[in-house]
């Protein structure tokens, strides 16, 4: 990790799944505003705490540390096979735990707190992560997660995205 000069500022900033991951969300995005270029933008993604995406996430947790998920990796390679000569791509689910779970409410705090206006939203998707990547499979599933997404309360979805301006602007 190297330090940026403190003078340097930027047009924008991308934190796509970062601030549940902080200790102080507030401090973080002061932070993250206090380096934008005049006109700057800060372009966010953060999990909805309590949708169904972070319940199944939380569920791998607890599959992970009961030992039935390292479990279930062991049964699938027994029933699938591996063939000799073919790679194997390793299991990427991991458990990377979030710090802070935000409600839409909450995290509509923070940002002001922080000093940051919402300029553009956007949901995610309906369901994502953990089991849904299985089951949402192919074009017409993915296109039917992002509309439906699209039509739900922002409480019902699995993530927002987010530009955002420092307040009083855009």
Known sequence: HSELPERERFDLVVASEVVEHVESPVAFLRGLRERLAPDGRIFLTVPNGYGASEIASSLESVAALTGVLALARTAKRA?????????????????????????????????????????????????????????????RAVAWNVRTADRLPRAAVSGWMLVLAPAGEG
């Open 79 to 139: 029933l699938v096979g591996r063939s000799s000569g073919t790679p194997t791509t390793p299991d990427t689910l991991a458990v990377s735990p979030h710090v802070s779970f935000f409600t839409w409410s909450e995290l509509a705090r923070i940002l002001s707190a922080a000093g940051l206006a919402v300029e553009r939203y956007r949901a995610r998707t309906v369901f994502c992560g953990f089991g849904f990547d299985l089951l949402l499979r192919g074009p």
